[in-house]
């Protein structure tokens, strides 16, 4: 089975699952993790079908899974009505929902989607079967098996944000135990793993009974069903710590609203990688009210550069990383320049900037059908500047880590030139990075200075 995986790190770690899943297991074709979130994500993959149908032999299949073929995790069944561009493939398409856990393809409509509002208590916590995760992050970088794992400790959201996408595509909002989190993690470790990324749709949630709070709920979920309970993201951080001996756990996108005061002393750990991606959107107070996100500017400013200044165990100084949207429905030239300047002012190092889209290809977004909506001249402006600053911001970045010591996990090796990150994200290469201690093996940890920069 051929793979290819459009978006995030939810979409890897599924497509582990279905690639291992007794479903696919005899089956031949390719199997491809669509994304939605932006139309432009849509085309793409759209695209990768086009194309991909003049490739399959007869008898095989393109399995599509990802955003893009279900809702509420489940296969979508009008998919056809929704890219029609896709009618005249449906013989070569079989659609599949999220998870081959609870796997319905798009014939059997047997037991449609339970109704909202989310399930509570212990019936957030979700069992998946650890021996059916093993092999993807070795096929999709064709780098050892033993390097890097993507581990998903939560997944859907109840958090309606008014651009997205994703919360209509993914079921509510669940957790997997910390037990099971961390038995995986120390099973990985034992066949000679070296690095765990944490993974989630609404990740920092982890252990919380919903992902929003009293100010800000749906209409489709009634106001006993509410307990604003603080974050327990810690927690679980230091559970793993405790209970596996995995040298590196790295963090994947962060809800800025669940990082509190024991969140950033942990982050201190060496253990810990020192680069923190928030799923910041803006750092204007207006846009963000619009967004529908719990936190308004000042609080994501205050955490961010919190975060940044924090000074860590082993030393390294932290990098940040961020999702933002440019060009949401209402936004001023100031409230951009809000945006633009704290970027400039706190040093953003790696940055997942995107228009903001009003998805008119399938299924749409409330704040598509907005008034205010921006010109698409003024957030292909807006994108060029902030790119160019973002540019800017990571030489700045680099040449400040120039000789300081930093490790480096081997991923890639071809003679004697490798490629691979340092912990706070830099591209290091046998051209820049000068090995003090450790053989350039694949899987090995190295340390060393980055240097020609
Ligand atoms: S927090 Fe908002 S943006 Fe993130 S998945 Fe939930 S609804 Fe979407």
Redesign the pocket.
Known sequence: MQIKVFGCKVNKYYTDKWINSDYLRDKSGVFIASCVVTDNAKRKWIKFVKDTSKEISQGEKMYISGCGAFKDGRAQEDFFELYPELENYKGQIEVLGEDPQEHTTQNSSSNPPPNLPPIKGEEHEKKIDPSKLSSLTSKLKGSSMYTKKFVLIQGG?D???T??L??IKRWRHFYRSKEEIAAEIQEFVNRGGKEAVLTG??LSAWGLKN?YDPKNFSPEITTKDIQWEGSRFAELLQYLLDNTTIGRLRISSL?PEFIDEKCLEIFKNARIYPHFHF?AQSWSSAVLAGMKRHYNGEYIRDIMLRTKNLVREDGVDISLGADIILGFPGETQENFMETYNFIKKVGIQKLHAFPFSPHEMGESVPAGKFSDQVSDKDKKDRMQRITELWDQMRADFIASQKWKTLQVLIEQVEWDSFKWWTQNYIEATEKNFQVISGSVKKNEVITGRLHNR
């Open positions: 959201c958090s309606f944000c651009f997205c994703t919360v749709v609404n992902t809800g799923s």
